[in-house]
């Protein structure tokens, strides 16, 4: 499905600024992989993630889909695989464009866009029964311009608006960093409930450990640009966050000193 092979990144190459982000990472997903991934500040995951999604090429190494090589293929050309949630709930949606717009944006997503999308009465029967996945009444407000939902409204409905075509990998960057605690539980049960059901392969970085231990069947943590521990479905089963903890103090040599890492 995902496979990852010795991806390298630097920033700045040849300068006094010169920071390596990412170095060697191996990464291998099979169909239906929930993978965490969690880290201190720098560690790479954003960077990991820019470089699946396009946003970056990597200095060296392949990022391939279904043993196809996408590493050369911009942004736009990986969006009918690639679904993306970001932390701000402000990202990946039209704050002026309504529910519905947006929807359309996202059904169409790597045919081509334009003015044209269009919003027919087949796709809104398709639309308002999606949004009655969420639970939270926004099929009952089609026409509501985004920009006046509220952070959880609007990150519900990036999360679905990213998984209702079904991508090849979802990619959820922090996605409920920047909720509330009540909000942020309603996004990460409704994630569990959408990764299930379509069987999404999924790829998640957290600065939440309980969440990283209670989501999926991996959980891989990150340090200085590289992979420094994946943990089996089974080993998760049992882990807790003292214990990941005590795991990466004793690889990295050193305390997990981010001050955006949340324990539970």
Do not use: C
Not at 78 to 94: C, E, H, K, L, N
Not at 175 to 190: F, G, K, V
Not at 198 to 205: D, G, K, P, Q
Request: no cysteine; charged share 25%.
């Amino acid at each position: 499905m995902l496979e990852i092979t010795q991806v390298t990144k630097l920033f700045n190459p040849g300068t006094t600024d010169e920071k390596t982000a990412l170095v060697g990472v191996n990464l291998t997903m099979n169909p239906g992989d929930f993978v965490t991934v969690i880290g201190s500040n720098g560690a790479g995951k954003s960077t990991l993630m820019n470089i699946i999604s396009g946003v970056m090429k990597p200095d060296m190494g392949d990022v391939l889909i279904n043993d196809r090589s996408i590493k050369n293929l911009p942004e736009h050309k990986r969006s009918s695989w690639i679904g993306r949630v970001f932390q701000d709930p402000m990202a990946g949606t039209a704050p002026h464009m309504s529910i519905e717009e947006n929807m359309a944006m996202a059904y169409k997503r790597g045919k081509g866009r334009g003015l044209g999308f269009g919003v027919t009465r087949a796709r809104r029967e398709i639309f308002n029964t999606q949004l009655e996945k969420l639970g939270i009444g926004l099929e009952k407000r089609p026409n509501a311009k985004v920009g006046l939902l509220s952070g959880g409204e609007r990150q519900a409905l990036s999360l679905l608006m990213a998984t209702f075509t079904q991508p090849q990998i979802l990619l959820l960057d922090e996605h409920t960093a920047a909720l509330d605690p009540s909000r942020a539980e309603l996004i990460t049960e409704l994630t569990e409930t959408l990764v299930r059901e379509m069987r999404l392969t999924t790829l998640m970085v957290t600065h939440n450990m309980e969440q990283a231990i209670r989501l999926g069947n991996r959980l891989i943590m990150m340090d200085k640009g590289r992979i420094i521990l994946d943990v089996s479905e089974e080993r998760k089963r049992t882990l807790t966050v003292p214990e990941l903890l005590g795991e990466f103090e004793r690889i990295s040599g050193k305390k997990m000193a981010d001050d955006r890492v949340v324990l539970g």
